[in-house]
Structures are given as structure tokens and as C-alpha cells.
């Protein structure tokens, strides 16, 4: 199974490059543009990484870890 790389931050252009370069490395991606995106995308699947943007639209980055 490949190692899940979540990735959440409000600029697509910089997630779609993070994923593109992630993906050419062997790892699945889960992306999310804002907190309410993020909670419904993990629906209980549980990635390995999170990197978070730490200001987003609608949340905090550090209050979305839990």
C-alpha cells in the first residue's frame, strides 16, 4: 500500500504542485482547499502525513491536526 499524503492549503496552484511532485514519487494524495473540504474528504480514512496551511479561509491549520 503507498504511504497517504494529505495536503491542505487555499492556493491550488501550490497543492497541485505538491501533489504532482508527490505522486511522481510513489505516494497517494488527499487534498483539501479549506477545513470544511478536509472534514468531509477524511470520512475515516486516516493519511500518514498532513501538511497544512496554517491560515485558511474558514480554519486554523493547527486546530484542523486533531
Not at 10 to 27: I, N
Amino acid at each position: 500500500m503507498k504511504p497517504k499524503i494529505l495536503l491542505v492549503d487555499d492556493q491550488e496552484e501550490l497543492r497541485s504542485l505538491l501533489a504532482d511532485s508527490f505522486e511522481c514519487r510513489g505516494f497517494d494524495i488527499m487534498q483539501a482547499a479549506d477545513g470544511a473540504s478536509l472534514k468531509a474528504l477524511l470520512g475515516g480514512t486516516q493519511p500518514d502525513v498532513a501538511l497544512l496551511d496554517l491560515k485558511l479561509p474558514d480554519a486554523d491549520g493547527l486546530d484542523l491536526l486533531s
